[in-house]
């Protein structure tokens, strides 16, 4: 039986919740763990799907991984495999992130292409073309990679774009190359300077994570450590958001604002109160200028879905330009089913205020768009049930036990057969 959220909006949300650890980083860096030989702890290590899948992958390598209060436990010193299987693969789109890993621990990996997503496409090329260029041999056959690196020699390499996947994926394939590889046009996102913070604890040498030139000096036999990782920029957004959906006064311990700046910035501009010692959102909204995703430190395409549904009641109209994914915006259609007044076209998308919105059944299309059905349900009228809420725990520990924490009407509930 599955389950669903069920939230019952007109309330103004008060109170306070700890961010937890950050979905788009512990997931990198438990890849990472693969290098360092030793006992590796993760404090505010999330609880979530992808988290188990990693742990899955893990000890399909031979590795140790387990959980010891709310620290991740893992030690990867007996790894005795270099494949994994589709299976395992395909449990997670991100595990591509394990092959510059394996390849640096092992000089050669036999992985099979990670499927796509909810958004689209999710390629892998800058990833290879970079491998490629550190001296791997990599055979694509029959949707497996074969990957072969007798020895990766650090260089200079270009990225295209400033994939987040990639720059991290060949910062960890770097730490076993032979030199120094300087990656250019890296993504500069919070959670690529994390991943360095936790190389160097564990004894590498990575510098420049956060610009645009990140720099591995290779070669480095890597030790275990005790590393909290970083909270995560996107829930604190979800949760000022549905603070601006609903009103209130909500102070979210643990949030850095300085990772969040652009979204702080819009919620201001819509005539929320926004201090950094504590996220207090305490006015009726105003409409934005336009909203341009990018990589960062531009708008965050993750936030696109939760600040528009904060502004589905706000004076005016938004426009919104997502640049990052082709097909992020399928939680449209179950907004408008709430009363909201949005017209798409391509990578644009016009928020027109309501006065209004009401409660209606409604789906998770894909993460981030389920998390915003639960912000726009937050300033409805009446009980909206959202299902499908497994897309929303691959991200969010617990979504409705933090609402409830700010003082939300939300709670999980079994689906019967009428929703
Ligand atoms: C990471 O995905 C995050 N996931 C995403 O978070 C986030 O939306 C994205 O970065 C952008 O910030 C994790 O960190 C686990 P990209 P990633 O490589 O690495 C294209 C969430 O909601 N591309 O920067 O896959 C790609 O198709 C998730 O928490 C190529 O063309 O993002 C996309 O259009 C969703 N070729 C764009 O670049 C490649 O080789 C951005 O991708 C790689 C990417």
New binding site residues.
């Given amino acids: 039986m599955s389950q669903l959220l069920s939230v019952r909006g007109g309330r103004r949300l008060e109170g306070e919740v700890t961010i937890q650890g950050a979905?788009?980083s512990v997931?990198p860096i438990l890849a990472a763990t693969l290098l360092a030989r030793g006992q590796v702890a993760l404090l505010g290590c999330p609880r979530l799907r992808g988290v188990d899948a990693s742990i899955r992958i893990l000890r399909h390598l031979g590795c140790d991984a387990h959980w010891e209060a709310d620290a991740l436990a893992v030690d990867t010193t007996a790894l005795r495999r270099c494949e994994i299987s589709d299976v395992l693969m395909r449990e997670m789109r991100?595990s591509a992130i394990f092959l510059g890993a394996i390849l640096a621990r092992c000089g050669q990996a036999d992985l099979s292409y990670p499927g796509g997503c909810e958004?689209g496409?999710?390629?892998?090329?800058?990833?290879l073309a970079g491998l490629r260029d550190l001296g791997a041999e990599i055979r694509e056959e029959g949707g497996f990679l074969h990957c072969r690196a007798d020895r990766l020699r650090g260089r200079e390499v270009v990225l295209r774009?400033p994939?987040?996947?990639?720059t991290e994926n060949l910062m960890l394939a770097a730490c076993g190359a032979e030199g120094v590889t300087v990656i250019s046009n890296a993504?500069r996102?919070p959670?690529v300077v994390d991943l360095q913070n936790f190389l160097n604890a564990c004894g590498a040498r990575v510098s420049g994570a956060g610009s645009s030139a990140v720099s591995i000096e290779g070669g480095q036999d890597l030790h275990g450590c005790t590393y909290r990782v970083m909270p995560d920029r996107?829930a604190a957004a979800t949760y000022l958001c549905a603070a601006a959906s609903a009103g209130g006064d909500i102070y979210l311990r643990g949030a850095e604002e300085g990772h969040l700046s652009t979204v702080t910035a819009a919620l201001r501009e819509a005539g929320c109160t926004v201090t950094a010692d504590s996220g207090g959102i305490r006015a009726r909204l105003r409409a934005v200028g336009p909203v341009q995703t990018a990589p960062y430190p531009g708008f965050?395409?993750?936030a696109q879905a939760v600040l528009m549904a904060a502004l589905l009641r706000s004076r005016g109209a938004t426009v919104f330009e997502e640049n990052?994914?082709?097909n992020r915006y399928r939680h449209v259609d179950e907004l408008i089913r709430m009363g909201a007044s949005i017209r798409v076209s391509g990578r644009v998308a016009v928020v027109t205020g309501v006065e209004r919105l009401h409660s209606a059944p409604v789906r998770c299309t894909d993460?981030?768009g389920g998390a915003a059905l639960c912000v726009a349900a937050l300033a409805a009228e009446g009980e909206t049930r959202v299902s499908q809420i497994c897309h929303i725990d691959r991200?969010y520990e617990d979504l409705a036990r933090d609402l409830r924490a700010l003082g939300a009407d939300a709670v999980r509930v079994e689906e019967t057969e009428n929703g």
């Fill in positions: 979905k788009n997931l991100s958004l496409p999710r390629p892998i090329d800058l990833h774009m994939s987040v996947g990639a993504a996102e959670e996107i965050p395409t993750d990052i994914f082709e993460l981030r991200g």
